[in-house]
């Protein structure tokens, strides 16, 4: 969660010229106003504004409309708080000596530029939120600063036992069922009417394999669970299907695709060794939370933090 936030930029400020041979005067912008010190370094609203930006690129790979926007306003009571701890944690690193591999920046940026359709949008992108790459990059640096020194710091010194994996789990053992799941071979094609010939063969009793390789069409083997993994209608067809029944041709976009029931494997109790890794993975995350917790108040009680009422 640390790699999400980032640390923005010093304080400007902003000069004004005045006509007909007046001086220059400095006056106070609004987005250059103080709104904590941390230690030797300021936060201003500018920093407050850029955080949100930053966070709203970073969320965008995750989640979009709406939903985006609905995360972002969820964020913005607690973003100085983080903003604030951000800074902390990456004065720490600088302290500590801990470096970053530029090789990874690069490596982030690029997998960023990814989610765009060429190099021009993403240039875009960055300007309308008011930023440059190097901006960008200083940002992703400094979140891996943020991340080396916490897993130096915390995380390594993170022990699970198996003792406490056991007493999770039988504490929390209903928690621990798998939803019923279905195997399926999947065929697409373009040709609509070729694939609803291919479902009334199917109907017939020839093998889908068979057919799919007989008609030179795309197949693929998938395992799905009741739970959101298959698009909306395809899921609501499948999980009607009996064992060895395939749906009716499905459009998805300008393909269309049968979906076969090869098997169903009911819902059941994990047992411990299926469970584990789950437990492990919950058990370092809570204790991650509380040593986090510690390690940031260490830092915030031997720091000097002014917040300004705004």
């Not at 970053?100 to 060429?118: A, C, F, L, M």
């Not at 291919?198 to 030179?216: C, F, M, T, V």
């Not at 108040?297 to 917040?307: C, G, L, P, T, V």
Request: proline share 2%.
């Amino acid at each position: 969660m640390y790699l999400k936030k980032i640390r923005t930029f010093r304080l400007m400020v902003c000069l004004v010229a005045f006509c007909a041979g007046a001086s220059w005067a400095t006056i106070s912008c609004a987005d250059d106003t103080i709104v904590a010190i941390v230690n030797n370094d300021v936060i201003t609203q500018k920093d407050l504004n850029d955080f949100k930006s930053f966070m709203r690129m970073q969320l965008g790979s995750e989640v979009q409309g709406e939903r985006l926007e609905k995360k972002i306003e969820e964020m913005r009571f607690d973003m100085l708080n983080k903003l604030i701890e951000d800074r902390l944690i990456v004065q720490e690193a600088k302290n500590s000596g801990f470096r970053v591999d530029e090789s990874r920046v690069k490596g982030r940026i690029n997998e960023i530029k990814r989610q765009y359709p060429s190099e021009a949008d993403f240039e875009n992108a960055i300007l309308s939120q008011g930023f440059v790459q190097a901006d960008l990059e200083n940002r992703i640096r400094e979140q891996f600063l943020m991340y080396n020194l916490i897993e130096y710091k915390v995380r390594r010194s993170i022990i699970i036992k198996p003792s406490e994996v056991t007493e999770y789990y039988k504490a929390h053992v209903s928690d621990f069922m798998a939803p019923e799941t279905r195997e399926l071979t999947v065929v697409s094609g373009t040709d609509e009417k070729q694939m609803h010939d291919l479902s009334e063969r199917i109907k017939k009793g020839e093998h889908i394999g068979d057919l799919a390789k007989e008609l030179s069409l795309d197949v693929n083997q998938v395992t799905a669970a009741k739970s959101g993994q298959l698009n909306k209608d395809v899921e609501e067809a499948v999980f009607l299907l009996s064992h060895g029944t395939a749906t009716e041709p499905i459009r998805i976009d300008s393909r269309y695709y049968i979906f076969y029931v090869d098997s169903i494997i009911p819902a059941h109790q994990l047992l411990l060794p299926e469970a584990k890794d789950t437990i492990s993975g919950l058990l370092q995350n809570q204790k991650m939370q509380d040593e986090l917790s510690k390690f940031l108040n260490e830092i915030k009680n031997r720091s000097y933090i002014k917040i300004f009422s705004r």
